[in-house]
């Protein structure tokens, strides 16, 4: 069973960046494809971007495009996501999740694996 970590959040100003890690306990992390979403205070859970097992493959969100990237590195067990310019309305708890068999999906209950979160806020 995977067990997911999330790190890198934080306060920021608007226009500013961050970059989110999430590592992963599981020792056939490259069998996972891996995804982050967010959900901000009294919303449902969005989808923000997914990348493949092997990494050649990312999705993102239409509101992500060009100011996201996410990435993996599997000899790490890691994925990550940078974020720039980033602002006020991208204040959220970010989560990393992991699914076995569905690359890109946009959808929450389609991850087999959670972390706990962390939190984002982007002062205006």
């Known amino acids: 069973q995977a067990q997911l970590v999330e790190s890198g959040g934080g306060l920021v100003q608007a226009g500013g960046s961050l970059r989110l890690s999430c590592a992963a306990s599981?020792?056939?992390?490259?069998?996972?494809?891996m995804g982050w979403f967010r959900q901000a205070p009294g919303k449902e859970r969005e989808f923000v971007a997914a990348?493949?097992?092997?990494?050649?493959?990312?999705y993102y969100a239409d509101s992500m495009k060009g100011r996201f990237t996410i990435s993996r590195h599997n000899a790490k067990n890691t994925v990550y996501l940078q974020m720039n310019s980033l602002k006020p309305e991208d204040t959220a708890v970010y989560y990393c999740?992991?699914?076995?068999?569905?690359?890109?999906?946009?959808?929450?209950?389609?991850?087999?694996?959670w972390g706990q979160g962390t939190q984002v806020t982007v002062s205006s």
């Open positions: 990348i493949s097992w092997s990494g050649g493959s990312t």
């Open positions: 999740a992991a699914t076995e068999y569905y690359s890109g999906s946009t959808y929450p209950y389609e991850y087999d694996y």
């Open positions: 599981e020792r056939t992390f490259s069998y996972y494809a």
